[in-house]
Nanobody
């Protein structure tokens, strides 16, 4: 199973950004999905999460200006952030708890997988 994140880059304050993350491989089901970020000198923190049935949670730092969504048919999770601020500058990682199909052809327990990280820089 692999997670491929995309959509980072240089964004102006007050603009918007949209991150995407697609899971691929022998996937039986994907349970919770989430976006984390890690700013220079800080620990990685979860900023948004979404369950299989679409329930969402947000960190206070992004609540009200971010939306996490998923497309179960595409094994994808998205993060839309409006009005980004310089303090949103970080490497953003997607995370998914995936039940993969094992060598026996049967699904295993859910295991956490990470995307490679995508840099988001908010600056004018």
């Amino acid at each position: 199973v692999q997670l491929q994140a995309s959509g980072g880059g240089l964004v102006q304050p007050g603009g918007s950004l949209r991150l995407s993350c697609v899971a691929s491989g022998r996937i039986f089901a994907i349970k919770d999905m989430a976006w984390y970020r890690q700013a220079p000198g800080k620990q990685r923190e979860v900023i948004a999460s979404i369950t299989m049935d679409g329930s969402t949670n947000y960190a206070d730092s992004v609540k009200g200006r971010s939306t996490i969504s998923r497309d179960n048919a595409k094994n994808a999770v998205y993060l839309q952030m409006n009005d980004p601020k310089p303090e949103d500058t970080a490497v953003y990682y997607c995370n998914a708890h995936v039940r993969a199909i094992g060598a026996t052809g049967l699904p295993g327990d859910a295991v956490a997988y990470w995307g490679q990280g995508t840099q988001v820089t908010v600056s004018s």
